[in-house]
C-alpha cells in the first residue's frame, strides 16, 4: 500500500514582484517552471522560500543568479521594484499575500499557510506583516473582497477564526491562527502542519538546492544531511565524573607545574653562582698579571732613573769645557773685525750694507705683491668663489696682473670685492641656521638609538623620574617592591599594517604610568603629592576593571595583545571603540574609526595623527624593536652625512672669506706694484760695490784679516754646536730623571693599591708564572680579558634568566610576596623543598581511582555510544547503497562510502571500532563493567588514544572566560559526534565487460569529467538526502516531500536528467524545478506540470501548459498543434518576450524581470 504523504496542491500571490494576483496548481510529483533568464521564475521561488523558512532575510533571495550587482529584499518584490528604479506599487498603500495549500494524501486534509503584509506608501522597510496557517483549502475569492482588493491582516484574522469553526478544522493542533512571533510560526509549521520537519535542516538543504551548490563537496553533503548527529547527552552524563578527575589531575598538575618552576629558578641560580666564581677567579688571575706586571716597570725605570743621573753628570762637565773654549774664540775674532773696520775696505762694506737693506725691503714689497696677486688669483679660480664674484671684478685683477694698477682701479675693485664677501657671509649666515635646526634633531636621534641600543625605550627623563618615584613611595607604603610601568611596554601590536595606527591613537596615554588593580588608588594618593610631573599621567586600573570594558567587533583592540588581563582591560577601553576603516565612507558610518594611513575621525572631526607619535616616538611593545634601530641609525647617519656636507661646504665658504679683499692703502697698493722695477736698479748698484770691495780684498793684510776671520767664526760655530748639542743632551736626560722619578713613585703607589687586602694564591701565582714565560703579559691579559668579558656577558644573561623564571613563577604563584630581587636564593629553595615534600603518593592512589571511574564511564557512556553509532551508521549506508543501487546511469552507478577520518580523528577509528567493545565484563562480584584498569586488555591496547580522548572531554574551568568555554564545549559535542571519526564520500562504481569493478571518488571526478557527468553524483546525494529529511518513522504521521531545484539539470543531457526525475518519483518526492526555455522540450515527457513564464511591461505572466498538446506540437501533429495554439492564443512577436513557446495574447499578462534585475 503506498505510504501517505503530504503534498503542495495549490499557491496563491496577490502584490508580490510583478505579480499582481495569481494562483498555481502543483502536481504531487514533477512541476517544471520553463522560462527565459528573467522571466520570473526565481520571484515565485524566493516567495515558496520565505513561506517555507519564516524569514524575511534577504540572504536566500534570488541565489540562483549568483549576480552580486542584483540584491534583492522582501520589501522590494512587495513593492515590485524594477532595475530601471521604478516600481509597480510605488508610491501607494497596499496589502500583500502569499500562501501555499497542502493536502494531506492520507487523511485528505488541507491546510493553508503563508504570509501577509500592509505596505505603506512612505515605509522604507516593513513595520506590518504576520505569518498565518488556517484549516482547509484556499477561500473562493482567493483572499480578494468585493472590490478585488487583498485582504488586510485584520480581514485574515477574522478568516482564521471563520475556519476555527468550520467542518474543514479536523486537524490536530491549534493551526488557524496569526503567529505573534516568527519562531512560534516556525514551530508550529515544522512539528504540525508540514509534519514533523527539522526545521534548520530543511532550510538548509532546500537552500543548498537552489542552484544546486554544494561548496564543501559531496561527501559534506552526505555526513550533515543523510547521517544525522546522534542526540545522546554523552557529555552531560561524564561531566561529573571528569570534574572530580579535573581538580585531582589540577592538584597533582599544579605541584609538579610549581616544582618544575622552582627547579627552573633553582638551576638558574646554581649557574649564576658558578659563573660568579669563575668571574671572580679571572679577576684574582688579572690582578696578579697587573702585579707582577707592575713589579717589572718599577725595576726597570728604577734602573733607567740610575742610568740618566750617571749621564747627566757626563755632560755637565763637557758643558764646562766648550764654554770655556767659545769665549777665548769670541775675544781673537773682536780684535780681527776692528782691524778691518780701520782700512777702507770697511767705509764700502757699510755702503753695500745699505744697498743691501734697501734690496731686502724692495724684495718685501715685491713679494707683498705676488702675495696679493696670488690672492686675488682665488677669486678666478673654479670653486666656491665663482659663484659670488662679478665679471668686472674679474676684468679687474687681470688688469692687475698685466700691472696696470692704478689707486682708482684699487678702490673699485675693493668694492666689489667687498660685495662678494657680504653676499658669502649670508650664505654662512644662512648654513649655520641650518646647521642649529639639524643639531638638536641629530643630537635626539642619537640618544633615542643610545637608548635603544641599551634595550631601554626613548622615554623622558621627566618620565622615568616620575615612575622611580612612585615605585619608591610604593615600596615605603606597602614594605615591599610595587613594579611601576610605562603602559606602552606592557602590551604588543600584533598586526603590522594597523601599527601605525595604534601608535597615533594612543598618542600620551601609552606614556602613561600603570600598576596592578590594587594597588592603584593607593598610587593615585601618592602620585597626587608629586606635583611636578604635570606631563605624566596614571592611568586608574581599579575602575577600568571595576567597568569591564568591551570592544567592538572590528576595532583596533584586534591590532594588539597582552599578557596581563588588567593590561587587556584597559586595552580594550582605549582602542575597543576605534573601528578599523579604510575609506572616508566606512570613517562617515562609525563614531571613532582610523585609517591604515593614520587617517583619524573623532568626535565627528576628521584629522591627521601626529608623525612623530608613530615614528621617531612609536615605543609599544615588549621588546625593543630592532627594526625601528636600524631604520633611527639610518636617519642618524643620514643627517650626519647632511651636517658634513653642510660643514664642508662652510668651511670653503670661510676659505673664500680669507681671500685677498685689498684692505690695504690704494697708494700703498700703488706703490707695491711697483716695487719689483726698483729692485731690479738696487740690486745692479748692490753687485757694482761687491766688484769694488773684491778689488780691496786682493791686498795681503785685507786677505789675512779675512781669512783669520773667517775660520774664528768656523769655530765658533762649531764649539757653538757642540755646546748646544751637550745642553740638548743635558735637557733630554733630566727630563728622563723626571719621568722615571714619577713613574717610580706612580709604579710604587699603584702596587701598593693592589697588594691591600689582597691574598694572593699560590696556584694561581704558579699559573700565571708559568704563562708568562710561555708567552707575552699584554697576549697573556687580553686573553683573560676576553674571558671575563664573556663570563661577564655570561654572568648577565643568567641573572636575566634567572630573573625570568622568578618571575614566571610570581606571575603564577603571586601568594608567596616575592619580587624577583631577592640577592640569594633561599626563600625559592625551602618552597621547592616544601612542595617536593607535598607531592606524596598518596595523590597518585586518589588519582588512580578517579582515573578508574573515569574510563569505565568514558567507555560506558561515550565509547561505547560512539561505537554503535558507527555501526548504525554503516547498516544505514548499506540501506542507502540498496536503494542508490536500483538508479543506473548509462554504465555506472553511485554508493556512498564511510571511511575512517582523514584528520587528526582519524587516530581514534581503530580503537571506537575495536570488537572488544561488542562485548561486556564483569568483575569477581558479576557486576556488569567493573574491571580494573590493569586487568582490560582493551584499555592496555589503546590506553595512550584513551587518554588522548579524556583530554577531548574535559571540562571547562569554572573561572574561564564564557566565550572561550563556549568554544571548548562546542570542541566537546564535536568528539561526542560519531561522524568526527568518519570520512563520507561517494564514488561512482563502474563495473566494465571483464567484471572488474572500479571506484572513481565523486568529488576528485567533478574537476575532469564534463558539466553532466559533475552533476550527476550532486543530484543523486541532494535527493536522497530529501528522501532521508522525510522519511517517516510510522504510518500515522505524514511528511512534506518538497525539493525546490532552480536552473536544474543545466550541464546534464536527456538520459540523465531523466534518470534523476525517474529516482525522485521512486523516492515520492514533490519536485519544483526552474529551468530555461531550451531545456523545456528534453524535459517534458517526464515531468507531471509546466508554467511557462514570460515578462512584458514590468509583469509576471504564468501560463500552464498542457503537456500532451505541446508534445503533439513539437512532433507535428497539426490537430493537437493548432488546438493548444488556440487555446493559449496567437503567438506574439518575439522581440516582446514571448518566443519559444505556445503564447497567449499580450494584453493584460503581468511579467517582470528575474535575474536581469527586475521582479
Known amino acids: 500500500m503506498k505510504q501517505a504523504k503530504k503534498i503542495f496542491t495549490r499557491m496563491l500571490i496577490n502584490n508580490w514582484g510583478g505579480i499582481s494576483h495569481k494562483v498555481l496548481e502543483f502536481h504531487e510529483y514533477v512541476n517544471l517552471f520553463s522560462g527565459k533568464s528573467g522571466s520570473g521564475k526565481s520571484t515565485v521561488m524566493d516567495a515558496i522560500q520565505v513561506i517555507l523558512y519564516g524569514s524575511l532575510s534577504p540572504s536566500f533571495l534570488n541565489k540562483a543568479a549568483d549576480d552580486a550587482r542584483n540584491r534583492r529584499s522582501v520589501l522590494s518584490y512587495l513593492r515590485g521594484a524594477q532595475k530601471d528604479g521604478t516600481a509597480n506599487r510605488e508610491h501607494m498603500d497596499f496589502c500583500s499575500h502569499i500562501v501555499l495549500e497542502l493536502t494531506d494524501t492520507g487523511t485528505k486534509i488541507t491546510t493553508c499557510f503563508g504570509a501577509a503584509f500592509e505596505v505603506g506608501k512612505m515605509d522604507q522597510d516593513i513595520k506590518k506583516y504576520t505569518f498565518f496557517s488556517h484549516s482547509g483549502p484556499l477561500p473562493e475569492n482567493e483572499y480578494l473582497d468585493e472590490d478585488g482588493v487583498p485582504y488586510s491582516i485584520a480581514k485574515i484574522r477574522k478568516l482564521t477564526e471563520e475556519r476555527k469553526n468550520s467542518s474543514w478544522n479536523r486537524g490536530r493542533g491549534d493551526i488557524n491562527r496569526l ?581 694572593a694564591n699560590a696556584d694561581l701565582e704558579a699559573e700565571v708564572q708559568e704563562a708568562l714565560t710561555a708567552q707575552a703579559e699584554s697576549t697573556y691579559r687580553s686573553q683573560k680579558n676576553r674571558e671575563l668579558m664573556q663570563l661577564k656577558e655570561r654572568e648577565q644573561e643568567e641573572r636575566e634568566s634567572r630573573m625570568k623564571a622568578r618571575m614566571r613563577f610570581n606571575r603564577e604563584y603571586p601568594s608567596y610576596d616575592f619580587s624577583g630581587e631577592e640577592q640569594e636564593n633561599d626563600v625559592y629553595d625551602r618552597v621547592l623543598d616544601q612542595c617536593r615534600q607535598d607531592f606524596e603518593p598518596e595523590y597518585q592512589e586518589e588519582f588512580r581511582k578517579q582515573c578508574d571511574l573515569v574510563y569505565h564511564t568514558l567507555r560506558e557512556n561515550v565509547i561505547a555510544t560512539i561505537h554503535g553509532d558507527i555501526k548504525a551508521a554503516y547498516r544505514h549506508a548499506r540501506e542507502i547503497n540498496r536503494l542508490l543501487a536500483k538508479i543506473r546511469f548509462s554504465d555506472s552507478i553511485y554508493q556512498i562510502e564511510i571511511l575512517p577520518a582523514e584528520n587528526e580523528n582519524g587516530q581514534f577509528y581503530e580503537m571506537l571500532t575495536a570488537k572488544e567493545l561488542d562485548s561486556k565484563v564483569t568483575d569477581d562480584l558479576g557486576f556488569e563493567g567493573q574491571m580494573s584498569l590493569g586487568d582490560d586488555d582493551f584499555y592496555r591496547k589503546y590506553e595512550q588514544k584513551i587518554q588522548l580522548l579524556t583530554e577531548k572531554f574535559m571540562p571547562p574551568a569554572a573561572d574561564q572566560d564564557p566565550r572561550q568555554t563556549a568554544r571548548q564545549k562546542q570542541e566537546m559535542e564535536r568528539y561526542a559526534d560519531y561522524r568526527s571519526y568518519l570520512t563520507f564520500r561517494m564514488y561512482e562504481r563502474v563495473e566494465d565487460e571483464h567484471g572488474v569493478v572500479k571506484k572513481n571518488p565523486v568529488d576528485e571526478m567533478a574537476g575532469r569529467d564534463s558539466g553532466g557527468e559533475g552533476q550527476n553524483p550532486k543530484y543523486v546525494a541532494l535527493l536522497a538526502g530529501f528522501a532521508m529529511l522525510y522519511m517517516q518513522q510510522s504510518s500515522r504521521d505524514s511528511k512534506i516531500r518538497l525539493v525546490l531545484l532552480d536552473e536544474a539539470f543545466s550541464k546534464m543531457d536527456k538520459e540523465r536528467s531523466e534518470v534523476c526525475l525517474r529516482y525522485a518519483r521512486e523516492l515520492e518526492l514533490q519536485l519544483i524545478v526552474c529551468v530555461p526555455d531550451e531545456r523545456l522540450q528534453s524535459l517534458i515527457r517526464n515531468v507531471d506540470c509546466v508554467y511557462g513564464f514570460r515578462r512584458h511591461k514590468n509583469q509576471i505572466s504564468m501560463m500552464h501548459i498542457d503537456k500532451g498538446d505541446y508534445l503533439r506540437m513539437v512532433e507535428g501533429e497539426p490537430d493537437g498543434g493548432e488546438e493548444a495554439a488556440g487555446d493559449a492564443g496567437e503567438a506574439v512577436d518575439p522581440e516582446d518576450g514571448y518566443g519559444g513557446l505556445p503564447g497567449g495574447e499580450t494584453d493584460g499578462l503581468e511579467a517582470s524581470g528575474d535575474h536581469a534585475g527586475n521582479y
Open 179 to 759: 503567529y505573534p512571533s516568527n519562531e512560534a510560526y516556525i514551530n508550529t509549521l515544522c512539528d504540525v502542519i508540514l509534519g514533523y520537519v527539522e526545521p534548520r535542516r530543511l532550510a538548509t538543504m532546500e537552500k543548498s538546492a537552489i542552484a544546486l551548490r554544494m561548496t564543501n563537496g559531496t561527501g559534506q553533503f552526505i555526513r550533515d544531511y543523510m547521517f544525522p548527529k546522534s542526540r545522546e547527552d554523552t557529555v552531560g552524563t561524564i561531566s561529573d565524573q571528569l570534574g572530580a578527575y579535573r581538580e585531582i589531575k589540577e592538584r597533582v598538575d599544579d605541584l609538579e607545574h610549581r616544582i618544575g618552576l622552582l627547579d627552573a629558578v633553582h638551576e638558574a641560580h646554581v649557574n649564576l653562582t658558578k659563573t660568579r666564581a669563575d668571574m671572580v677567579r679571572i679577576e684574582s688571575i688579572l690582578r696578579i698579571i697587573e702585579i707582577e706586571g707592575q713589579k717589572a716597570r718599577l725595576e726597570a725605570r728604577t734602573q733607567d732613573l740610575s742610568d740618566a743621573v750617571r749621564r747627566i753628570e757626563e755632560l755637565e762637565k763637557e758643558k764646562i769645557s766648550l764654554e770655556t773654549a767659545q769665549e777665548d774664540l769670541r775675544s781673537e775674532l773682536v780684535e780681527v773685525e776692528a782691524g778691518l773696520k780701520a782700512s777702507d775696505y770697511g767705509q764700502k762694506r757699510r755702503e753695500l750694507d745699505e744697498v743691501g737693506r734697501t734690496a731686502e725691503l724692495l724684495a718685501g714689497n715685491s713679494r707683498q705683491w705676488r702675495r696679493i696677486l696670488d690672492g686675488l688669483g682665488g677669486w678666478t679660480e673654479d670653486g666656491p668663489a665663482s659663484d659670488y664674484v662679478s665679471n668686472p671684478a674679474l676684468q679687474l685683477i687681470e688688469e692687475f696682473r698685466k700691472g696696470n694698477v692704478t689707486e682708482e682701479r684699487c678702490g673699485e675693485l675693493r668694492r666689489r670685492l667687498g660685495e662678494a664677501r657680504d653676499a658669502v657671509s649670508e650664505e654662512i649666515q644662512e648654513l649655520n641656521i641650518r646647521k642649529r635646526e639639524l643639531g638638536p634633531e641629530l643630537k635626539e636621534k642619537k640618544e633615542i638609538v643610545e637608548d635603544l641600543k641599551n634595550d631601554r625605550k626613548p622615554y623622558d627623563a621627566g618620565l622615568k623620574q616620575a615612575r622611580t618615584k612612585l615605585e619608591d613611595a610604593l615600596k615605603m607604603r606597602y614594605g615591599k617592591r610595587i613594579p611601576v610601568y610605562v603602559f606602552a611596554d606592557l602590551f604588543d601590536i600584533v598586526d603590522e599594517e594597523w601599527k601605525n595606527a595604534v601608535e597615533g591613537r594612543m598618542g600620551r596615554v601609552k606614556y602613561s604610568l600603570i600598576t596592578a588593580p590594587e594597588y592603584a588608588l593607593t598610587a593615585a594618593e601618592l602620585f597626587r603629592g608629586m606635583r611636578q610631573y604635570e606631563d605624566v599621567e596614571l592611568i586608574n586600573t581599579a575602575a577600568v576593571r571595576r567597568d569591564q570594558p568591551q570592544a567592538l567587533e572590528g576595532s583596533l583592540y584586534e591590532a594588539v595583545r597582552a599578557e596581563e588581563p588588567y593590561v587587556d582591560q584597559c586595552l580594550k577601553y582605549y582602542l575597543g571603540r576605534i573601528i578599523k576603516c579604510r575609506t572616508v565612507e566606512e570613517l562617515h558610518q562609525v563614531r571613532d574609526g582610523v585609517t591604515p594611513d593614520c587617517y583619524s575621525y573623532s568626535g565627528y572631526r576628521f584629522l591627521h595623527l601626529k608623525k612623530k607619535d608613530y615614528t621617531l616616538r612609536a615605543c609599544i611593545g615588549t621588546k625593543v624593536s630592532r627594526a625601528k634601530l636600524e631604520e633611527l641609525e639610518q636617519e642618524v647617519r643620514r643627517l650626519e652625512q647632511e651636517l658634513q656636507e653642510l660643514l664642508i661646504e662652510e668651511h670653503g665658504l670661510k676659505e673664500v672669506q680669507s681671500y685677498e679683499s685689498l684692505n690695504q692703502d690704494p697708494a700703498q697698493l700703488t706703490a707695491w706694484s711697483r716695487a719689483a722695477g726698483q729692485l731690479e736698479e738696487c740690486l745692479k748698484r748692490q753687485e757694482k760695490l761687491q766688484n769694488e770691495l773684491k778689488e780691496l780684498e786682493d791686498g795681503t793684510l785685507v786677505a789675512d784679516l779675512k781669512r783669520r776671520r773667517e775660520e774664528l767664526k768656523e769655530k765658533i760655530s762649531g764649539t757653538g754646536q757642540n755646546l748646544a748639542s751637550v745642553q740638548e743632551g743635558l735637557l733630554q736626560k733630566n727630563g728622563e730623571k723626571i719621568r722615571a722619578e714619577k713613574d717610580i713613585d706612580g709604579y710604587r703607589e699603584k702596587l701598593e693599591q693592589l697588594t691591600e687586602g689582597f691574598t
